[in-house]
Structures are given as C-alpha cells and as structure tokens.
C-alpha cells in the first residue's frame, strides 16, 4: 500500500517555463535549459513512492533541490508538472480549500531552524494546527499537553520558544506537528542545526518514536550517517533528479553510478592513497595539563580505550591506556609516568603500502605526524583494510573495462 | 531641440482643470466628510476643554506613571510640561492640536496598516504604490494645502486630510517592510498546518509584525505633528497658529513659548505610544495589562466627560450665534479683526477669528465658509482676488479709507526719493512679505514697468521678518528697500518715507473695505449691519497696533480701545 505517489513531479524557477519544460520532456540537461531558456530547474522529472510507516529519507548536497522537493509534496511551492497523490487522491489538482484539509489532517512538516513563533508559549505554539482546524479549547489543550509529555516538556509549557534550547525547540516542532495526528510527516533536516551529540540523541528519539507512531516520514538531510542510521529507504539526490533510490547497503554496495559512489564514499580515489587521505582526528589529551582522571573522563566521552598524549605545542608524547589512567588515579602520579612512549609515527605522505606491514604488529593506531613531530592525526586498522579492499575493486573494475 | 523650448506644456492648467472637476464632481462627499469631521473633532475638542485642565493633567500623569512602570522621569516630565503649557495660557490650542494629531494618526493608521498588508502580500502593488510614497513623502507639504482648501475649505478638515497624506507613508512603509521581514520559516509553518491567508494574517503575521508597525505608527504621529503649523496656514486651529503669527510678526518670544509647547506635547505623545511598544518579556504581561487599564479608563473617562458635557451645556447651539471673522496676519488686520470681535462679543455672538492666507481668505468667504473679514484693500492691492471673487461676496463698502502703499525706504537715504532714482541701492534688492499679499503684486507691476528695477530682486517673506530686516538696517544705518503700507506701526516708530510712483503701480488712494460672504444679510442681519457700519481711522488703528507692538495681547489692546471710544462703537452697534 502506497502512502505516497510522486509521478513526473517537476518545478521550474524563471522565466520561459513552457519552453522548459518542453525541453525536459526532451531530456536535455538543466546546463542546456539554463543557457537556453534562463529557467532554473530545482527539480527535475523525479517519481518515487512511499509505503504506509517507512522512513523515506531524501539525501543530497546543497542545492540538489532536496528541500524544493519536499515543499513542492505540501505545495509549499506549486509544482510547475506532475502529480502528487496522497492516499490515492491527486493534491496537485486540489484547490486551496481541499489543500487547506490535506495539509491540516495528512500533511505535517517539521523546519530546519524550528519554525517555532516567537510570540507563543510553547503550549500555544503545540496547538497551533489543531487551533487552525478550530478544536475547542479544552482538547486542543489537552491533546497538545499529552504530545508535550511524550516529549518530556510538559514543564516548560508556558515559556517562550527562546527560553529553551536548540534540542527542546526541536522537540516542541515535533509535538506540534505529532499533536495534530497527522498521517505523514514532512522533516526538513530537522536536525542539522543542533548540534552533533543532540543530534544523535534526536535521531534515536526520532526511531524510538516511530515504533510507537508508525507514522510515514520523509526526512530530508545531508548527512549520510544519518540517513542510514534512520532510513529504511534512502533517495539520494543530485541536480535536482533522483541518482538512486534504495536501502542503505544496495546505496553503499551497488552505487548506481560515479556520484553515487563517491558520495558514500567521500573518498577522492584518482590519487594514489597516502596516509593524508585516511587519518581520522586524534584524539588527545595534554600531558602536563590534565590529569587520569580528566583523560579517563575522556576517553569515557569518545566511546574509546585510549588517547595520543602531546605536551602544549601539540608535539606527540605517546599515547595513554585507560588501564594506565586508572594505574595513575590510583597510585596519584600525573599521566606523565604512564605514557607509552613508543608509537609508530608516519609521516603524512606514507603511502598505505607501507603502512600496511606497521599496522599488523601495532594494537595502537598510528600516528600522523609532520617534520617538527606535530601530531596530525591516527591511523587506525580499519581504514587502512577498506582502502586496499577499494582500490584493489577499483583496479578490477578498470581490468575489465 | 528648439520644438521643446517653444511651448510649455501646460501641466499647472491640467492640474488646475482636474482639481476643479474633483471639487465639483465629489463635492457631495467633500462636503458630508467636512461636515463628519467638524462634527466628530468638535466633539472631541469640546469634551477635552470640558474637564478641568488641572484634573486631565493629574489624570494623564497618573496614565504615565502607570505606563512607564512606575518610574518617575515620564509622570515628572508630563506634569511639569503640562503645567507650563497650561500656565502659559496655551491650552485651548494644546487640546486643538491634541484632537488635530489625534485623528490625523488614526485615519492615518486605519488606511495605511491595510495598504501595507496588501503591498507586503502583492508585488505589483508594491510597485505601484511605491513611488507614490516617494512622491507623497518628498512633495512639499504646503502643496497639499491647495487641493485641501479646494475639497474641504478652511479649518480642521483640511488640516486632517494634509495630515494624514503627509504623515501616511511611514506607516506603510513600515507595515510592508514588517510582514516582508517574518522569516520564511514562519510562514511556512503557518502554511503548512493549513491556515487560512485570514488566520495567518492575525495569528502569525500581525502579531510577529507588530513592534515594527508601531515603529512606523509613531513616525506618522511625529509627522502629523510637524504638519500641525503648516495645516494652520488654512485655519487649522491650535499651537500651529501661535507660531505662524509669531513668524509674521517676528516675535521671538511668543514663538519660541509656542513651539515649546509643541516640543512638550511631542514628547509626551512619542513616549506614550512607545510605551504601547514593548518586547516580550515576562514583564510585558503586566505592561500589557497597565496599557489595557489606562485605555479603558481613558476611553470611560470621555465617554463619561462627554455626556457630561451633553448634560451641563444642553445642545452645543448655545445661547449666542457664532460669527465666524477671518483675517490676515498683517497688524492692520489684527488690529481691526480683534475690534470688531470685542464688539461683536459685547452684543452676546460667539466669535470665531481664523487667520488664513489672503488668498485663502478670500476663497473661504466666497465659498461662505467664513462670515466676513475687514480687510479687503481695495481696489489695487487685492484687485486680483476681486476680479476673481466678485461674484460670490458682498462688498459692504470702505471701512478705514486713504490708506497708502508702496516702497517705503528710511529718510536717510537722501538720495532717493522716488522709484526712478533706485539703481544699485541695497544690494539691488526689495524687501517684501508674504508672497500671496496685494502689495507684492503690486510690486511685481512696479519691477516690469520702471526699467531702472529690470535687474532688481524681490525677496518674499513674511510681515515680521520684513520689519526685523527693517529695524537692523535702520540701526546700522543700512540701506533699505521695503514694501510698506500705512496705516503701520513702522512709520510711527522709524523714519520712513514712501517713494513717489509716478507710474501709479501701487494705486494711488487705497481704501480697506469689509466684505461678507452671500446670504449673511439673510442669516444675520444684525451682525450683517454691525460689519456694515463698522468704520474708523487710521489714528484709531495705528494707536491699536502700537499697542499690540509694544508687547499688549492683540485681545487686550482691542478691549482697551473699545473702552476708549464708547460712542464710536455705539454709532455701529446702535439698533437704528
């Protein structure tokens, strides 16, 4: 059962739309029809479906037409072609009344920056749909308060959308559109603007939250770790045309094509790769400066068992053990007299090949240092086998072509 | 190229034709609004005179103590500044002008919020409507005086309807750029819950907008203020007045107090509507409830004054009729106008004095707006508004005759002694007055047909400053060209001769005549009859406005001559 149709669904920005829109019945490219005609194209002939409770996630950079395409699902902007059928019935076609009805009962979205109204309390700003379809007082109230709860913000429901946080805000978005019960929820990178940890926090919310609501929801962002942490299907798009739509592992290991898996892999893999292309941040502590107890805190934060230790010029030390940081608490010697001063050290430009033999006998990652022994960053096991496995696919591939 | 200087397009006559067919085609509806207006602003004046000034400025102090959160700089200020005003005898004009910008304001608001939504809302009536601010915004106010005296004749009507086309564009402005400025986001989510451009409008729109409104609401209340002195040149009653008369009288004081008084009543009317402009805070909700207190008691206050009033005075037709006297601020003229006021208020008529522009004066008489005035030079200074309006007054006849104009300069410049003998004196330079009066006419005449003035220049201002220019050169023994009429305090108080004018430009014997409009003999015989017989001197007017110059209220100098001259005034008001 499909909650959502999209079939040819088209927006042209500009001037000379007719002559576009011949033009992309013609298949010509967007460069082609903006020399040509002046006319932007935001989204480009693109169809797909939605099933009854899936997370739809639409992913893409900026200005792939992400967010035109899912305003254009509400009519926050008037499609220039296509059809749009929810449930069955076309909203394109619909005149402003019966559009008014979908988007109050089927249709709620979720903004980017909260779309919460300064003026309101956040009570107010929870009931603000079910105050537009005309509830009496006392339901609304009571349905907005219930939606609140569920968010853990019933205590706050007399303050001002600015006397909260960026996650709160979030949340109080979510009630208000949840506390209108609706049957899909439009989510417009509803998260990119909180930050990384909240972020994570909200998308685990989000997920403990669909299995209570199975709600259908298109979500729309950036960040590949988020829509595979939340997508039971991901859209990924580009230039305003959909590349590939799919679960996460048919994106991750059949890319439809170049972009597709480039943008997975975020990897330039023209070059030959050197230790530069595959080091993560290091995460570090200051020896001289902090303590064990400061680096076990640490070390608890990033979900790791050990840290690279540089003095306060940044220069490589070694590197702590969280069995060495407790060693240190307990007999009360600072992190000086337990660093494991002997790390591997490349330098930026190693090629993997010759990293590959360190990394073997090394349980430590090693460290990515420059000339003045800088530390730059690590490099750990995993990276390293992935690369060599891709590149030797690569070289495959390329065989056979 | 030669094609465009040959003929001047005639744009002034088109302008002219079309103001006429709108005062002719709509003067149904100029009329009933005039009438409305007069009605409802009367009504508001009347009822603020009616409450004792004492009790309104404790009232409006307590107002602002409450509104201003209990601090004491805004009461201090209003109480004291109220206090002087009243002390200085200003209030009558204060609540004038109170009333004036009042409902300038309101009309201002009622149109401009609604344009300004349409205009944020639709980009081709953004196109459209703004160059038409610019225009409105940049065009001299005075230009719309014009068309405001032709639709509406004299008094406050006028001065509302210039008010409000000059004090409109903020609001608009303001109101377009507010809703413009709501973040998309906003209006987006307002949408996508599915509301209705109605809801949207007073749940999201307005309210997000509101600061910014009030923002543009307080500059329109500033700028109909500032036309408070234009407005009084077409009789707009209030402080305005006080300061044009002490322009054309060059009198410093009397200025300065007055415009004081507006400075004080501006303050008072920005930080009270401020007040009403708050951010949201926690403490905003008692604000909001202090605003809503002082509203509805200001609202039950004159409500509760008016039917007052109703009730001590009965029907506002009282017990005397109202004569209604216009003059010009000339001191001639307020010499005799404030005359025969006392006279005509000895005989028990309410008398009401405008002070207009001659022309002006002339117009609201022949379109019987006003009931008389007694300053008609006739008939070279103002043959012009004759020709013009002989067919719609009644011309009574002469009231002070052998009076004199032309150039007048100080006896010593001895080389001079007619017109023909000017060449390069005073910087080749006349000093004139108002550019509508007779006289300057009159020397317009003078500059074309004696050729030794063809590289003169006439330097139009007002009365006052004409004799402030006057008495500095006479001190520094400067040479001085001036317009001059007798009779006229300068010559009792300086040394002047007028210049001989051989060509008889400025007339040669003048005479002032009373003139009435139509049906007044019908209306008010008596008072028709009083007007008539009304005659004097120029000794009786000269010791009148010498007077007045040496600083007597005109008011207080008119009784005192009255009370002078018993049988003269008996000759006019006798029942024979």
Redesign the interface.
């Known amino acids: 059962m499909n909650k959502l149709e999209v079939k040819h669904l088209t927006k042209i920005f500009g001037k000379k739309q007719k002559a576009a829109l011949e033009m992309i019945k013609q298949q010509k490219s967007k460069t082609e029809i903006l020399e040509q005609t002046g006319a932007t194209v935001g989204v480009y002939d693109v169809s797909f479906d939605v099933k009854e409770g899936e997370v739809f996630v639409i992913m893409g950079l900026s200005g792939s037409g992400k967010s035109t395409l899912i305003?254009l699902l509400?009519r926050?902007i008037e499609p220039s072609s296509g059809d749009i059928y929810i449930n069955g019935s076309d909203i394109s076609k619909m005149n402003a009344e019966e559009?008014?009805?979908?988007?109050?009962h089927a249709?709620?979205?979720v903004?980017?920056?909260?779309?919460?109204?300064?003026?309101k309390t956040i009570l107010e700003n929870t009931e603000?749909?079910l105050?537009?379809?005309g509830v009496p007082k006392e339901e609304r109230v009571e349905l907005a308060e219930r939606a609140l709860d569920n968010s853990n913000l019933l205590a706050f429901k007399d303050q001002?959308p600015n006397q909260l946080s960026g996650g709160m805000q979030q949340r109080v978005g979510l009630a208000?559109a949840l506390a209108?019960d609706p049957e899909i929820l439009?989510m417009d990178e509803a998260f990119s603007a909180l930050d990384p940890l909240i972020r994570k926090e909200m998308q685990d919310e989000l997920l403990d939250l669909q299995e209570k609501v199975q709600k259908t929801i298109i979500f729309i962002t950036h960040d590949l770790n988020e829509a595979l942490r939340i997508g039971d299907r991901i859209a990924l798009m580009k230039d305003g045309q959909i590349m590939q739509i799919g679960t996460g592992e048919e994106i991750l290991t059949k890319p439809a094509n170049d972009f597709v898996r480039e943008f997975v892999e975020d990897v330039d893999r023209s070059k030959v790769l050197t230790a530069q292309n595959i080091m993560i941040k290091p995460l570090t502590t200051l020896i001289g400066v902090d303590g064990p107890q400061v680096a076990l805190t640490r070390m608890h934060n990033e979900e790791v068992s050990m840290l690279m230790a540089t003095d306060r010029r940044r220069q490589l030390v070694g590197s702590v053990t969280a069995e060495a940081a407790i060693e240190a608490r307990r007999k009360g010697v600072p992190l000086a007299d337990v660093v494991d001063r002997d790390v591997r050290t490349v330098s930026k430009d190693t090629v993997i090949t010759d990293i590959m033999p360190l990394i073997y006998d090394s349980a430590a990652p090693i460290a990515v240092t420059d000339d003045n022994n800088r530390l730059l960053g690590v490099i750990i096991k995993g990276r390293v086998i992935e690369a060599l496995a891709n590149t030797k696919e690569d070289a495959e591939e390329g065989g056979e072509e | 190229m030669n094609a465009l200087l040959i003929g001047k397009l005639p744009v002034a006559q088109w302008i002219e034709a079309f103001t006429n067919w709108l005062t002719h085609t709509f003067s149904g509806l100029f009329s009933f609004i005039q009438f409305v207006g007069n009605f409802i602003m009367d009504g508001i004046t009347n009822t603020l005179s009616f409450i004792n000034p004492l009790l309104l400025i404790a009232l409006v102090t307590v107002a602002a103590f409450f509104l201003a959160g209990k601090k004491w700089t805004l009461p201090s200020f209003t109480l004291i500044g109220l206090l002087f005003i009243y002390n200085q005898g200003l209030w009558g004009d204060l609540i004038n002008t109170f009333t004036l910008v009042l409902v300038s304001s309101f009309v201002s608001i009622v149109i401009g919020i609604p344009l300004g939504i349409w205009m944020a809302k639709n980009n081709t009536v953004k196109q459209v409507i703004n160059p038409v601010l610019d225009f409105m915004q940049t065009m001299p106010a005075f230009v719309y005086l014009i068309p405001a005296v032709a639709f509406f004749g004299i008094g406050i009507v006028p001065g509302v309807f210039a008010s409000v086309i000059f004090a409109l564009p903020p609001t608009v402005r303001f109101t377009n750029l507010a809703i413009r400025e709501i973040p998309t986001e906003l209006i987006e989510a307002a949408d996508a819950f599915g509301s209705t451009p109605r809801q949207k409008l007073f749940k999201v729109e307005l309210p997000l907008a509101k600061n910014t409104i009030m923002a543009g609401v307080n500059q329109t209340i500033m700028l109909a203020l500032s036309m408070v002195v234009t407005g009084s040149m077409i009789g707009a009653p209030g402080l305005g007045r006080g300061v044009l008369s002490a322009l054309q009288h060059a009198d410093i004081g009397s200025g300065f107090v007055n415009g004081l008084a507006l400075v004080i009543l501006a303050i008072i009317i920005d930080r009270f509507s401020q007040m009403a402009n708050k951010k949201v805070t926690d403490a905003k909700q008692k604000s909001s409830k202090a605003n809503t207190y002082v509203a509805v008691a200001a609202l039950a206050l004159f409500v509760f004054a008016a039917l007052a009033r109703l009730f001590v005075q009965g029907d506002s037709a009282g017990a005397g009729q109202t004569v209604k006297l216009t003059y010009v601020e000339w001191d001639s003229e307020v010499a005799s106008t404030n005359v025969l006021a006392q006279v005509l208020k000895k005989q028990g008529y309410k008398v009401e004095m405008t002070p207009l522009d001659n022309a002006i004066m002339w117009q609201s008489i022949a379109k019987g707006e006003t009931d008389a005035a007694v300053s008609a030079w006739l008939p070279n200074t103002h043959a012009d508004q004759y020709k013009k309006y002989k067919q719609d007054i009644v011309d009574l006849g002469a009231n002070l005759k052998g009076v004199r104009l032309g150039l007048a300069v100080p006896t010593y410049m001895k080389d001079v002694n007619s017109i023909e003998d000017l060449s390069d004196q005073a910087d080749k330079k006349i000093t004139g007055i108002e550019p509508g009066a007779g006289i300057m006419k009159a020397a317009q005449k003078a500059q074309k047909s004696y050729s030794n003035l063809s590289g003169w220049e006439l330097v139009s201002s007002s009365t006052g400053a004409m004799t402030t220019s006057l008495d500095q050169a006479y001190k520094n023994k400067k040479e001085i060209v001036v317009t001059a009429w007798s009779p006229h305090w300068i010559f009792a108080k300086y040394k002047l001769k007028y210049l001989k004018d051989p060509k008889k430009d400025f007339g040669s014997e003048e005479n002032i005549h009373s003139i009435t409009r139509k049906n007044l003999k019908k209306d008010m015989p008596k008072v028709n009859k009083i007007i008539d017989r009304f005659n004097w001197t120029q000794d009786d007017m000269e010791s009148v406005m010498l007077d007045i110059n040496k600083g007597m209220s005109p008011e207080k100098a008119a009784k005192k001559w009255v009370k002078n001259h018993p049988k003269k005034v008996a000759s006019w008001t006798d029942s024979k």
């Not at chain 1, 559009?99 to 109050?104: A, D, F, P, S, Y």
Request: charged share 25%.
């Open positions: 305003r509400n926050l559009l008014r009805e979908v988007r109050r249709l709620n979205m903004f980017q920056n909260f779309g919460l109204f300064p003026h603000f749909g105050e537009l379809r001002y208000r209108n439009l």
